[in-house]
């Protein structure tokens, strides 16, 4: 497969196991959703594949077959792979359009600039493209922000944590508009989120529950629905993971639990 292959992931930080063996594939053209409680660890796991620092980390990350791991930022980024923020930071001084002219030039592409123009105009972004990166901007906006520079800046696997939080309907339908631009055939998407709201204005291929630092459940678009009629609560107790939070250990994981899906909820 090629794509975004995680395999036995791990992740400890103070002496806390926060991912405990995390099995995920998304191959390029597919659009995945990663589903969890807060504290679940979906914020943990964009950290450990960009390569944040402080993290004791075990298993393996592999895009087109090259593992991450052992790469710095830098290279990840390099080989396409690209965060969008749950909380984007705000950089005084430094404007949108300079920060893309950066990370272009550091990519070696060759983006005219009449492209980021015309990339801003389809986000509505024009007017940000000369002011400090996500300066005074409202959470919609900052959203709509990281997704611009996704699209121009073209990642091979796009992981975007809680990308429809906080915002309102309007803004929310805005931001899956935006996710729904950058699919493409030669593109692995990541979709985390705590809401299944999203997905009125867009549809996954695939849908995965994370609890506890596992995989629970993969399955396809109804799995979100599953969410919404029963809550995490309900799929835990369903699937015999009492909620809230246990000892990690007398958790099962998603291999030892169910077949790939559909299931009987
Ligand atoms: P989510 O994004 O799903 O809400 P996180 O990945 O942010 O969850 O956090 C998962 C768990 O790991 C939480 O219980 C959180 O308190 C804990 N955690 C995250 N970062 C750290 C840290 N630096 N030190 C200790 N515990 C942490
Ligand atoms: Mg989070």
């Known amino acids: 497969m090629s794509g975004l292959r995680i395999e036995g992931l791990t992740a400890r930080v103070g002496g806390k196991e926060i991912l405990r063996g995390i099995d995920l594939e998304v191959p390029f053209g597919e659009c995945h959703a990663l589903m969890g409680p807060n ?6 796991l964009c950290h450990v594949l960009t390569g944040k620092e402080g ?6 990350v592999r895009i087109d077959g090259v593992d991450l791991l052992e790469k710095d930022v830098d290279d990840r980024a390099r080989l396409g792979l690209m965060q969008a923020f749950q909380y984007p930071v705000e950089i005084p001084g430094l404007t949108l359009r300079e920060l893309l002219e950066e990370a272009l030039e550091e990519a070696t592409m060759e ?3 009449a492209e980021l123009t015309d990339v801003a105009a389809t986000l509505d972004m024009e007017r940000f493209l000369d002011r400090s990166v996500n300066d005074d901007l409202s959470g919609g906006e900052k959203k709509r922000s990281e997704l611009y520079q996704m699209q121009v800046l073209r990642p091979r696997v796009a992981v975007l944590d ?3 939080s906080g915002l309102d309907i309007d803004a929310v339908r805005q931001v899956a508009e935006g996710v729904e631009d950058l699919r ?6 990541l979709l985390i989120t ?6 009125r204005y867009l549809t996954p291929d695939r849908v995965h529950v994370i609890m ?3 995989i629970i459940a993969s399955g396809g678009p109804e799995l979100a629905d599953d969410l919404e009629a029963g809550g995490y609560r309900k799929l835990g107790e369903r699937l015999g993971i009492p909620e809230p939070e246990v000892e990690p250990s007398r958790i099962p994981k998603a291999s030892e639990q169910l077949t790939d899906t559909p299931f009987d909820l």
């Open 55 to 60: 993290y004791e980390v075990g298993g393996s």
């Open 184 to 189: 493409g055939p030669e593109r692995a998407l």
């Open 212 to 214: 506890g630092g596992v």
């Open 194 to 199: 705590h809401y299944n709201r999203i997905f």
């Open 162 to 164: 809680e990308i429809d």
């Open 111 to 113: 983006t005219p600039e």
């Open 39 to 44: 504290g679940s660890g979906k914020s943990t």
